[in-house]
Structure formats: structure tokens, C-alpha cells
């Protein structure tokens, strides 16, 4: 492919194109956002194209910045968008927790953080799109802020805590302990072990087996894509059909054959054009 073409990915009438053969762009912009006693670090690639919206990802309960990989940089090679990624407190290279989470921290996340982030960064009207525990941070926030948000893309979705989800983070405990995990976070985070334990503690916690936000999605007034793996080991398709079931706008389910818990990096052509398709019918 000619470096100067613009690969037209997942258009509605041609194949997609395969990720070798995409030239990605690099961020328009790195850097750290200031919050009085603390930053969180984000990338921003431009817009190119004026009479788009901006995307802000949310990444999942281990997730940071970096470990989107090229995610973002397709969103901004497909859409022409303005993409936004940031890594909230205690991941990646933003600063550490000062406290342990409590059963509400994806509340707390989404209802003061986030606002205070789109803010600083002057963002109107968002498409939100999120990963695990950062789609259901993007789902408490257009909740919460329904004139506010354009749209939400949610993938592997936790909306209440399942016996699988529970057993599946056990399991990842005893990894931590006799696996190379610890190493492999440190790719992505500086302080792996905060990261890690912030995370499993909180699921793990007794009290958060009455998580549940199902009683908030009827006030999201935006329309919604959900994507789910059928061989997800952290919760069952449950997930997005009650988001379906509930939501008072247009909600389009993608479930993904073959697939766990990361459908943009386990299957990333058939929700990367789902996520292209939502994005500009919007």
C-alpha cells in the first residue's frame, strides 16, 4: 500500500483490510493531565476531518494507555475522528492510587474523573467506547450524563458480577503468584503489583459480589453497541443482552464466535468494522 493512501478499512462494500497493510498513524499528542494532586497520562490523535466526533477509550481492570496497542490508531485512520486514550490513577504511567479501591470505584470513575477529564480536555458529547471494567465506567457515565454523550461501544461488558467472573479472576490470582504475569504487566504499568492487586482485591472483596449498575441503563438516552465473545471466561452473553433488554435507545449486539474477552485484540476485523459502522452512524 502507497504510505500516502488512507486505508479504507471495513467499508460496506469491500473486505477488510488486513492490519499488515495498514500504515497507522502515531499520536498527534502525549502527555499528562493534571488533577491537583495527581496526572494521568493520555494520547490524542487530530481529527481530520471536521465534522467528526470524539472517541475517549476506557480501558479494562489490568489495561492502560499502551496496552491498546493499535487500537486507537485505527480508530483515527478509519473514523478521521479525534481519539482520546487515558490511563486512570494507578495504571500505565499516570500516578499511583493513594487509597484501595472501594465497591464503587467504576462509579466514582465515571461520575468524577471522567467529567473533570473531558473537561480539561475540552471534550463535547463523546462517543465512549470501553473495554470490561472501562465499558461499564462509559455506561455509568451516559447514565449519568444522558444529554452529554453521543454514543457508547461497549466490549465485554460487566453490568452485575457472574459465578464465571469471580472464578476467572481467582484463577488469575494464582497466576499472578506462579506465572510470568507480574513481568508482563510491567510492560505496561509502573507499578505492576498496585495495578494488579488494586484490581483482584476489589473483585475478589465479598461486597462487590452486589455490584450491579442494571438499574442504571434505562436513564442512557444514547444509542449503544455491544460486543461480546461467546467464550469469554469473565461473564456470558447475560451481559449484553440485558443491556439490550433495558436500554430505552437502539442497542446493536455483536457476538463473536471463537472469542474470550478482548474482541479487539482476539478478533479485531469483525469489531473494528462494527465499531467503524456505529461510529459514523452516529
Not at 498527534?28 to 496526572?39: I, K, P, R, S, T
Not at 471536521?50 to 489490568?62: F, K
Not at 469469554?232 to 464466535?257: H, R
Request: with cysteine.
Amino acid at each position: 500500500m502507497d504510505n500516502k493512501t488512507t486505508p479504507q478499512i471495513g467499508s460496506h462494500n469491500s473486505t477488510v483490510t488486513l492490519f499488515s497493510e495498514i500504515i497507522f498513524p502515531e499520536p498527534d499528542q502525549l502527555g499528562y493531565v493534571d488533577f491537583d494532586d495527581h496526572q494521568l497520562e493520555f494520547i490524542k490523535f487530530h481529527r481530520r476531518n471536521t465534522g467528526t466526533t470524539t472517541l475517549v477509550l476506557l480501558h479494562e481492570g489490568l489495561g492502560s494507555v499502551d496496552m491498546w496497542h493499535k487500537f486507537p490508531a485505527y480508530l483515527a485512520s478509519a473514523t478521521d475522528a479525534e481519539v482520546i486514550a487515558y490511563s486512570r490513577r494507578g495504571y500505565g504511567r499516570s500516578s499511583p492510587r493513594n487509597a484501595s479501591y472501594s465497591v464503587n470505584y467504576m462509579h466514582l470513575e465515571a461520575r468524577e474523573t471522567l467529567p473533570r477529564l473531558l473537561e480539561k480536555l475540552d471534550v463535547a458529547e463523546p462517543v465512549l467506547i470501553g473495554h470490561s471494567d472501562g465499558a461499564s465506567i462509559a455506561l455509568i457515565h451516559a447514565a449519568d450524563q444522558p444529554s452529554k454523550v453521543r454514543g457508547v461501544a461497549v466490549l465485554a461488558p460487566h453490568i452485575m458480577v457472574e459465578d464465571l467472573s469471580i472464578r476467572e479472576i481467582g484463577r488469575t490470582r494464582e497466576e499472578f503468584y506462579t506465572s510470568d504475569l507480574k513481568k508482563k504487566l510491567a510492560r505496561y504499568h509502573d507499578d505492576p503489583v498496585s495495578t494488579f492487586w488494586g484490581w483482584n482485591n476489589i473483585w475478589l472483596n465479598p461486597n462487590f459480589l452486589a455490584w450491579d449498575i442494571r438499574g442504571l441503563l434505562s436513564s442512557i438516552h444514547c444509542p449503544i453497541l455491544a460486543i461480546q465473545g461467546e467464550n469469554d471466561p469473565y461473564g456470558t452473553m447475560a451481559q449484553i443482552n440485558q443491556i439490550k433488554s433495558t436500554a430505552k435507545n437502539k442497542v446493536k449486539l455483536l457476538k463473536l464466535k471463537n472469542c474470550g474477552h478482548s474482541p479487539h485484540r482476539e478478533k479485531p476485523e469483525e469489531t473494528l468494522c462494527a465499531l467503524k459502522s456505529f461510529i459514523l452512524g452516529l
